[in-house]
């Protein structure tokens, strides 16, 4: 076991994938950190499901693997799923929820009988594109990750030069709008962010969990701090711990996707901080709740042994 993992961290092939994963996981977690914010966490799901006919069309067009041509197929796949919940939402009564099941739904139902069609084909078999549903980041080569390292790198130096404008959007987007900055843009250059880190994420976790990569880090960073800088921050060293161990995991042990093995770990930092954060975890909400019990028991013994006195006292007085 040891020695396989000084593998890994010697040779230069998985020392490359094992960075790809990282800045992965923290281009998701400061990605997310903003989604989950403006109340968007199914928006991830629905795109990721989305992008799939786009990877299969992609494919059938090109005939090669090339997650360049994967990307923008993800991406026109990701904006037009966009387009029809805003054209759901807006046309119809259907509120925001259903239209993301409808589309979700819609969109990976049409990529699962694309990818069906292929696999049946005469190259499907080489294809690999079944890795994209959970994920492997251990069957990328170089220019994959490169390409994965660049855009998570791109993505995080926007949100470090846009943060304000995107704080302010976040949580108070009318006020916002009366400083006369452009919301509307704003949210849409957060919106293809959101799909790019999630087509970005699809070979190494999967179509069925980027979503998870892209949320469970925010929620689990929000548990630790109350300033939105230290949660993006937070969430980005989750997701980037998350990544790699599920990318150290699935290249351990044969045939385990990277996908679950990367939210299972994300997940597990989920739990530990739910129960053990300093402010907003299980443990110290209880600690809190025994404290102030005590301090009403002291408290009532207190009255009691004052009205007890006094009582004594009247009684002597009489």
Known sequence: MMSFLLTWFTDPNMQWILMGSLLLGIGSGVIGSFT?????SLLGDALAHAALPGICIAFMLSGVKSIGLFMIG??????IATFGIYAI???SRIKQDAALGIVLSV???IGVMLMTKIQHSGNGNQSGLDKYMFGQAASMMKSDVYMMGAVSLLLILICFIFFKEFKLV???PGFARGMGMKVGLLEQVLLFMTVIAVV???QAVGVVLVAALLITPAVSARYWTDSLGVMVIIAGVIGAFSGVTGTLISGTLSNLPTGPVTVLAATS???VSAVFAPNRGLVAKMWRRARTKQHIRQSQ???????RTGTVEGGLDG
Do not use: A, C, P
């Not at 993800?74 to 904006?79: D, K, L, N, P, T």
């Open 36 to 40: 989950y914010l403006r109340k968007q």
């Open 74 to 79: 993800s991406i026109v796949s990701g904006m």
């Open 89 to 91: 939402t807006r046309y």
């Open 107 to 109: 969109f990976f139902g």
């Open 170 to 172: 976040s949580f108070d």
């Open 200 to 202: 970005v994420g699809i």
């Open 269 to 271: 930092l989920f739990f």
């Open 301 to 307: 013994s207190i009255e009691t042994n004052r009205h």
